[in-house]
């Protein structure tokens, strides 16, 4: 068997990489014009900065444009670049001053209003009809924008909401230009920022200094090049469950000696404080950004959630009461010990690469009782990055299948089988998206494993805290699946399914002659009656396919959405 991709041990904190292949002009350098004294025009229309020097209405963001060294890059089109550009016309620019606590622009520094064009602009020149059908955008920062369409207001709509567009589509040369009665706000703050800026977290800033947590949550992105000169693009995502310290001095902690002490006091491992320091912190950071609702609510009833943080084998629970009418009461975070709400007025704080959300309680580490695990097998930020931000996990069904290759992504360990596989409606290994006949779907996506006879995957689940659990597999059925339920061809997609390697924990199961009706949809089969894990840790889920329809049949592919396991008592 030839190795496709080596699997790299996934801990929760990993960043994720892309690689692109792109000749440096065809993206906008944020740190310089590099279109400087090039500019596109023709016969018909100007390029977009002077098409808006043309116009009424526009002088202070093309002072903007001329101010952050950006008005060549929007004027520019080589190589079939195109932008659409939500341009604040001048009371939008004058209020946004304001909002800032300035009173012109030159009060701002060149690279925060840099940072304020690129914000405003995105790759691809969209037509208003197409516009108004779309969720989300993506700009130049890589950030992903809400639109809310007003449904009362033709020809209106809402960014982030907060940036109003009141005119849609007026046409440049080299793109489209929507314009905003009210500007948006640059994300421009790292989750470490966000804390250390406040000025009500001090004890919590100086542990992340101590920890070396504040370079990590300062890091947005990096760029690399390979031997090929490739560019390899790695974005980092994170969510912090602040304390402030208030919420310290609670606790009596009033410093950040006492909170090395009162850590060390409480210890039964016999770690020293600097340890015990490293993982207090790790267990306040997810290697993703999620929502408070993310992390609490599922399937909209009443349930408790476990979640996997960056200290090794470390989880905390999240308990979601759907009666509550109070959104302080909404969520309780490790409900059975020294329990923690989240405090709304200071969560769901966004910065540039992550969440930050604050809680009423200190939150020490603590193990949980046995909970229910729901494993979302795309759930990987490495995953999120080959994706993209905006296509990634979907808010909602989506009108047509978007498929995306994950298989370079390192969560995923894969051998090829040596037969190959006929089906070339998908590569290896596909993150898809799902459209309204497969709503049941978890995010509305799934994974799909295209590796053949004899092919073997290999991931790691999150940490599940020891016991006896029974594991339920979410699959997706299609229509050409049909051979593999009644087994018309080949057996069924038989697999070899082991956690660690683990004789005692291997099976053979075909989860698709599980499925109860012809007609396409999500399904659930149960793949072990009972299984035990006598650590709380990370395991190592592995699969081979045994049926030899996987190499000769075009059909055939495994589509699988989410694992979950249900403790057994």
């Known amino acids: 068997m030839k190795i496709y991709n080596i699997y790299n041990k996934v801990i929760a904190l990993a960043a994720t990489t892309l690689m692109v292949v792109a000749c440096d002009k065809d993206v906008i350098d944020i740190n310089s014009d590099p279109f400087k004294d090039q500019t596109y025009t ?37 190589s ?31 690279d925060y209003m840099r940072q304020f064009v690129l914000y405003h602009t995105v790759k691809d020149s969209i037509l208003p009809d197409a516009f108004v059908l779309k969720k989300t955008v993506q700009n130049l920062n890589s950030d992903v924008i809400k639109i809310e369409i007003d449904s009362t207001h033709a020809g209106q709509a809402t960014l982030n909401g907060e940036g109003r567009i009141i005119e849609m589509g007026l046409s440049a040369f080299n793109g489209k230009v929507y314009v905003l009665s009210s500007a948006m706000t640059p994300l421009v703050e790292t989750v470490y920022d966000r804390v250390a800026d406040s000025g009500t977290s001090t004890i919590m800033t100086a542990a992340l200094k101590a920890t070396g947590w504040d370079k990590k949550l300062s890091t947005v992105v990096d760029t690399t090049y390979n031997q090929d000169r490739q560019r390899i693009i790695t974005h980092y995502y994170y969510t912090l469950l602040n304390v402030s310290d ?38 306040h950071v997810l290697g993703n950004q999620y929502t408070t609702d993310e992390l609490g609510a599922m399937n909209g009833s009443d349930v408790t959630r476990i979640w996997s943080t960056s200290a090794m084998n470390q989880v905390f629970t999240v308990t979601y009461d759907s009666l509550a009418t109070d959104e302080a009461a909404k969520y309780e975070l490790n409900a059975s010990a020294e329990a923690a709400r989240f405090v709304p007025a200071s969560s769901n704080v966004l910065s540039k690469n992550g969440y930050v959300h604050e809680l009423d309680g200190w939150l020490p580490v603590w193990e949980p009782e046995q909970t229910a695990v729901l494993w979302d097998l795309a759930d990987y930020t490495e995953v999120k990055n080959l994706v993209g931000t905006e296509g990634y996990q979907p808010a909602e069904p989506t009108s047509s299948e978007q498929r995306t290759r994950i298989a370079n992504a390192s969560c995923y360990e894969y051998e090829m089988g040596e037969a190959g596989s006929s089906n070339h409606s998908y590569s290896d290994i596909d993150y898809v998206t799902c459209k309204s006949n497969l709503k049941e779907a978890n995010n509305y996506d799934r994974v799909v494993f295209n590796v053949g006879y004899m092919g073997k995957v290999s991931m790691h689940t999150p940490t599940i805290v020891r016991g006896k659990y029974r594991v339920e597999l979410t699959l997706i059925y299609m229509t050409g699946h049909s051979f593999m339920r009644t087994m018309s061809d080949g057996n069924g997609g038989m697999l070899k399914m082991s956690f660690d390697d683990n004789d005692d924990q291997t099976i053979f199961t075909a989860p698709y002659t599980k499925v109860s009706s012809a007609l396409p949809g999500v399904y659930t089969s149960t793949l072990y009656e009972e299984v035990e894990f006598t650590e709380t840790a990370s395991h190592k889920f592995s699969f081979i396919v045994l049926d030899p329809a996987a190499s000769s049949n075009k059909n055939f592919s495994l589509q699988f959405d989410c694992i979950k396991f249900i403790p057994i008592q």
Not at 84 to 110: C, E, H, I, W
């Open 42 to 78: 023709n016969e018909l229309n100007s390029p977009i900065s002077s098409f808006l020097t043309e116009q009424e209405g526009f002088g202070e963001y093309v002072s903007a444009l001329r101010y952050a060294n950006m008005f060549d890059a929007l004027n520019q089109s080589s």
């Open 80 to 110: 079939g670049v195109s932008f659409t550009a939500f341009v604040p016309n001048d009371d939008a620019m004058n209020a946004f001053y304001k909002r800032r606590g300035v009173s012109q622009l030159s009060d701002l520094t060149a």
């Open 246 to 283: 208030a919420t310290f001095s609670k606790a009596g902690i009033t410093s950040f000696e006492q909170l090395k002490s009162k850590l060390k006091a409480a210890d039964e491992q016999g770690l020293s404080e600097d340890s015990l320091l490293r993982e207090y912190v790790s267990y």
